[in-house]
């Protein structure tokens, strides 16, 4: 498990943390392996956009497949959503954002797949409150594409390369991203911290 304390920082900073080589290599290929038995076992599923009755599946936005990682999971699954329980905790002491769980599915992009620019936290539902995604893609090249794109409040972008190991978290209501078209599998684990409903 890595020191989330940089994250941390970042998040408090800037909003976003990118982190190469962040997290141990040995974990992060243990957990690709755990997503390709899930794979074996047909759980991956096509993803849809929109929630609760308004969701649907719609490839010239989202073509990426996913699963839920609901139990039983594979025990390096097991220990990542272990990890993401240490850093929920750690964010909530150091920035007080009360987040209350995380929700994480792995999401496989097969050779053309992208998803085009989007915000993570829903229209009508702000729950959604911090973003954390894990790479699992060895040996990983440039023109492999597949970049992760994050629009920055100065209009600039962060470009990220999806390499094994590379965490990236981000306050999920606050930056709209994409998926570039991938020229070969693609992996992550994607999580979304969510604070506690809001009485009305």
């Not at 990890?83 to 007080?96: G, S």
């Not at 620019?117 to 492999?144: C, E, G, M, V």
């Not at 020229?183 to 992550?188: E, G, K, M, N, P």
Request: proline share 7%; aromatic share 10%; charged share 25%.
């Amino acid at each position: 498990m890595p020191d989330f304390t940089p994250a941390v920082a970042a998040i408090h900073q800037k909003g976003y943390f990118i982190g190469e080589q962040f997290w141990p290599a040995s974990e992060a290929l243990a957990m690709a392996e755990a997503c390709q038995a899930l794979k074996l076992q047909s759980r991956f599923r096509p993803a849809c956009i929109g929630r609760a009755q308004s969701k649907q599946r719609h490839t010239a936005i989202r073509s990426d497949l996913i699963c839920w990682l609901d139990e039983p999971l594979p025990a390096p699954l097991r220990h990542y959503l272990d990890a993401l329980e240490t850093y929920r905790q750690h964010v909530n002491r150091e920035l007080l954002l009360g987040l209350d769980h995380v929700e994480v599915h792995a999401a496989y992009y097969p050779p053309g797949a992208h998803y085009d620019k989007h915000l993570d936290r829903h229209r009508d539902d702000d729950a959604r409150t911090l973003t954390a995604i894990l790479y699992l893609n060895p040996d990983w090249q440039h023109s492999d594409g597949g970049l992760l794109e994050i629009d920055l409040p100065d209009g600039s972008q962060a470009r990220v390369e999806p390499r094994l190991g590379t965490f990236v978290s981000f306050l999920s209501a606050e930056f709209v991203h994409a998926v570039q078209p991938t020229q070969r599998d693609r992996l992550a684990l994607t999580g979304w911290y969510r604070r506690r409903g809001r009485p009305f």
